[in-house]
């Protein structure tokens, strides 16, 4: 999972540093709620590299 991860690193987290900027600026300025939509695609970068892992392994697995 974190070789998918490690992979797919610098794109994910420029997407997730700007819609934490947009939040922030674009909602009022409001710490709590930017940092709750900055965990949120944390957690989701990390469980979708996971998810995405568990789906290639399929694949893999069908195709021999």
Known sequence: MWEQYKKTFTKTQLVIAAVTLATY?????MVARSLAFFVVMQFGAISGAGWGVRLKQKVDRKAV
């Open 25 to 29: 600026f674009g909602l009022g300025h």
